[in-house]
């Protein structure tokens, strides 16, 4: 596809189970980024990809939140063992790693709510 | 000091006026920057990337950069009720990464 995708669109969960959420990056765009919005809240940056290596975890909020990407294409962010307060939208941007240009392209988003 | 700081608003201005939305940054090795639109219930969608001083122009929309008073505006002319929304300033931190850092956003109203 010409942008970048996400699914699920929606997952509702009970506290305590583990979720797995997907991204497929904008094809040929090497960084991947992931972060959390909650409700009225600002983006926060969780973990960013280059390639299939992840430089920076450095906005993963415990150590249930683990993420992956493989093929240096889709990624998959993993949280165990949810909680209420991990419900948010999680979002995934790309971006192209030749040049100069920073600009992210984003994902419309997986809105999680943990019961 | 936030890194990058925005008037949450909201901003409220009639159909037809010229809105004005600013932002401050704090890290003076900042090269790009970037204003993103976010309906309610949306993600972000990229609508102006500035990377040298002056004023870049796309359609309705104008990007002001000074670097040396540190801060990126957008104007955006003839506002439309369908630019109400959420506008979120992010600011490139330099380095390996090239990680955005980002405002809170500006909420605009544009009032029919």
């Known amino acids: 596809g010409a942008g970048v995708s996400q699914s699920p669109s929606n997952k509702v969960t009970e506290k305590g189970k583990d979720v797995e959420l997907r991204c497929d990056p904008i094809s040929g765009h090497t960084a991947l980024y992931w972060y959390r919005q909650r409700l009225g809240q600002g983006l926060e940056f969780l973990i960013y990809?280059?390639?299939?290596?992840?430089?920076?975890k450095s906005g993963l909020p415990s150590d249930r939140f683990s993420a992956e990407r493989t093929g240096e294409s889709v990624s998959t962010l993993t949280i165990q063992r949810t909680q209420q307060e991990d419900s948010a939208v999680y979002l995934c941007a790309s971006r192209q790693s030749s040049g100069a240009m920073d600009e992210q392209f984003f994902g419309p988003g997986t809105r999680l709510t943990v019961l | 000091q936030k890194e990058v700081e925005q008037n949450s608003g909201p901003l409220s201005v009639p159909e037809g006026a010229i809105a004005s939305l600013n932002c401050t940054y704090s890290?003076?090795?900042?090269?790009?920057f970037f204003w993103y639109r976010q309906y309610s219930g949306k993600s972000p969608e990229l609508i102006m990337s500035i990377y040298s001083n002056g004023d870049k122009e796309d359609g309705r929309f104008t990007a002001q950069l000074n670097k040396a008073s540190q801060y990126v505006s957008l104007l955006i002319r003839d506002s439309q009720p369908s630019d109400s929304a959420t506008y979120l300033c992010a600011v490139n931190r330099a380095g390996n990464n090239r990680k955005l850092i980002w405002g809170l956003g500006t909420s605009l109203a544009v009032n029919p």
């Open positions: 990809f280059q390639g299939n290596s992840a430089p920076d």
């Open positions: 890290d003076r090795v900042s090269q790009s």
